[in-house]
């Protein structure tokens, strides 16, 4: 009998853990691992007595499917451009009051109103970025300002590719001429035997080694994302990150409300706290992202604006494109495609 | 608490069960006063029940349905024909997919013919490295034969995805080896990113699992056996194929399987120390779920290797009845 009271007595004691007595006005965000500078949680309760509690995500797959499956758990969530669109389109977000998000103003007009949001109703930018080469200029010379450069002969087996297929196929297919978004099969095609034909010049085909392999010098070129570009770089002072003159991918992580949020108007203040600009000044600062936030922008001067990388041209960014969400049966078709890249002999 | 992944209700379903579990226990102890088999087999056979034999009926079911649930065999097609399923697309948008230069693809067929190649090289060198090394480790007259177990064995409580890492900082270009034979004034050599780094890698892996069961077999052999063999004229030559190798045959079968599995359906490895080049069929499969998020062509790959493998159980049986060279592990 007394062993059963001990396994009663720690019931209680755990059920007093999950379920907090108190009242507290709290907002629960689910973010990426090691995206955000979490000292602002301690002003945002000062400011507004919200406590924010903080749940992670690795992927945007996992993050989808928990949101579907644990519906309220939820009140602000930071989801990849294409991700948007497809949560948009399955009813899982909320619009944004956006009475309640002044500091919205603040984000650069040529990140409002995109494709896969085009009115802005259910996100706002929190985070972007561009994909391009990452060089090691003690091994480059020339100036690097094509996708061709990846298809030299020069430069066989010093070439590391993003095992990623919207990624590569998307780059190979800009360096074609064609959108990265096309739905012609024929382009789709063309890309592949150009990544069938590169083959034998690729070292490897990595996504989360690459930025370290960089700096220990494993490689002359790599295609990375700007942030793990500036990673390296902050590292190995004979790197340096360029995105191609034929233009690439600009990526955005947003911010969304889900559909089943149960503290709407926290979640509402907490995105307005993210779009202030000493708020995002410390979150970019932290991260080493590209900001979508001008005020915040103007008050990192020019250690902001003078790094290309972080901060590229208009000019480059004209140039590139929004990854659009892409239907099953194109999905089927760039599988099977890229099924035969990973393959080729 | 604020990173519980678990819903509240979960943490009381799990907690009731234990309580009814312990109950459970209680009563059965206070009518028969001593301990019975079936009651502590059950946790074991519920355990079967939800995580083996309930995932292999899932993958059976997504195997023969096609994504609407409806009976096909499309995804078996899908394995012959690693196109089967983009033609199909293609047709129904229009086109046709032999004006464009698609016909069979041999994809999935030639990765399955690959990995069973490479895990025919790395059986063969874990023989030839593991025999020796389990007769060694057994032999009576060797004093360090149980600190050699030991060092094999230690390496297999650090998870085996940091020992491939580990590996690759060995083996990279600016890696230690390259490093010291530059230091010696060698040139470098590029030991990573092809096929054979990756077979290196899973005999790594895998030597452990051959020298066990073999290991295992000779040190319970009746050392009687060989002292009479040598009483009555053989020498040690004789004596070691005569009587020693026919007696530890099982362990060898056992190994070769328990290597040849595993083996077969290696992933990571090829994308670590391969640089991702070529894939072998674990890697497929796993690409086949994740990336292309496609379970039921995903399922039907996987039944194709859970076949493969049913077949070498089946074959072991024949030759080890008794299962005496896997009892070790």
């Known amino acids: 009998m007394k062993k059963l009271s001990l396994v009663l007595a720690l019931v209680l004691a755990l059920s007093a853990c999950v379920f907090p007595a108190s009242a507290e006005e709290v907002v629960n965000i689910y973010n990426w691992y090691d995206y955000m500078d979490e000292s602002i949680f301690e002003d945002f309760y000062k400011e507004t007595g919200i406590k924010v509690n903080c749940m992670y995500f690795t992927t945007n797959e996992d993050m989808m499917v928990q949101v579907r499956v644990s519906p309220g758990a939820y009140d602000v969530v930071f989801p990849s451009e294409y991700c948007v669109e497809r949560m948009i389109n399955e009813g899982l977000l909320a619009e944004i009051n956006m009475d309640n998000v002044p500091n919205a103003k603040n984000i650069s007009s040529w990140l409002m109103n995109p494709d896969y949001d085009p009115e802005n109703k259910y996100s706002i930018p929190f985070m972007w970025g561009t994909v391009g080469i990452l060089y090691d200029t003690t091994k480059v010379d020339e100036p690097v300002d094509s996708w061709g450069i990846l298809w030299d002969e020069k430069y066989a087996n010093n070439i590391f590719m993003l095992d990623s297929i919207r990624d590569t196929m998307g780059l190979t297919l800009k360096y074609l001429g064609y959108s990265m978004n096309t739905r012609d099969p024929l382009q789709l095609k063309e890309a592949t035997d150009k990544l069938v034909e590169q083959k034998p010049l690729v070292k490897a085909y990595q996504v989360d080694e690459t930025k370290d392999k960089m700096v220990n010098g494993e490689a002359a070129l790599a295609v990375v994302w700007s942030g793990d570009a500036l990673y390296a770089m902050d590292l190995n002072e004979n790197l340096a990150y360029s995105v191609p003159n034929e233009g690439s991918n600009v990526w955005v992580d947003a911010v969304v409300i889900p559909a089943t949020a149960k503290n709407k108007e926290n979640a509402e203040k907490f995105i307005d706290f993210l779009c202030r600009p000493d708020i995002a000044q410390r979150n970019c600062e932290y991260i080493w992202y590209s900001s979508p936030n001008a005020a915040a922008i103007e008050l990192m001067g020019e250690d902001y604006t003078e790094n290309l990388a972080i901060n590229p041209t208009q000019d480059i960014i004209d140039r590139c494109e929004w990854f659009q969400d892409i239907p099953e049966n194109y999905m089927t078709v760039y599988n099977a495609l890229w099924s035969q890249v990973k393959n080729a002999k | ?329």
């Open chain 2, 1 to 329: 608490m604020n990173n519980l992944q678990v819903p509240a209700w979960g943490i009381w379903v799990m907690l009731a069960g234990l309580m009814v579990f312990i109950v459970l226990l209680v009563v059965y102890f206070k009518r028969n006063h001593g301990l019975k088999r079936p009651i502590f087999a059950s946790p074991y056979t519920l355990w079967m029940v939800v995580f083996t034999i309930v995932p292999c009926l899932l993958i059976g079911y997504y195997a023969f349905t096609d994504i609407n649930g409806a009976f096909t065999l499309d995804n078996f097609k899908n394995f012959w024909d690693s196109n089967y399923d983009m033609n199909k697309e293609l047709i129904a948008m229009g086109f046709n997919p032999a004006d464009m230069g698609f016909s069979r693809g041999t994809v999935n067929v030639d990765t399955l013919v690959y990995s069973l190649w490479m895990a025919f090289l790395c059986t063969v060198i874990c023989l030839i490295l593991g025999y020796p090394a389990a007769h060694i480790m057994a032999d009576r007259e060797f004093k360090l034969g149980p600190t050699l177990v030991i060092l094999f064995v230690i390496p297999m409580w650090m998870n085996f995805l940091l020992r491939t890492i580990a590996w690759m900082s060995l083996l990279e270009d600016n890696g230690l080896i390259n490093s010291l034979l530059e230091w010696l004034g060698f040139g470098k050599v590029q030991l990573m990113y092809n096929s054979g780094a990756v077979l290196l890698g899973m005999v790594y892996n895998y030597l452990p699992f051959m020298v066990f069961p073999i290991y295992n077999v000779l040190n319970k052999m009746d050392y009687k056996l060989s002292e009479a063999a040598m009483d009555l004229g053989c020498d040690k030559w004789k004596t070691f194929y005569k009587v020693t190798l026919p007696l530890s045959l099982p362990g060898v079968v056992s190994g070769i399987t328990m290597v040849f599995m595993p083996a077969v359906t290696t992933f990571f490895i090829p994308r670590m120390l391969g640089g991702g080049n070529t894939e072998m069929f674990g890697d497929l499969i796993e690409r086949t779920f994740l990336t292309a998020n496609n379970w039921n062509v995903g399922s039907a790959l996987s039944m194709i290797m859970m076949v493969l493998i049913l077949l070498s159980l089946g074959l072991l049986r024949k030759v080890d009845p008794e299962g005496e060279g896997g009892s070790m592990i």
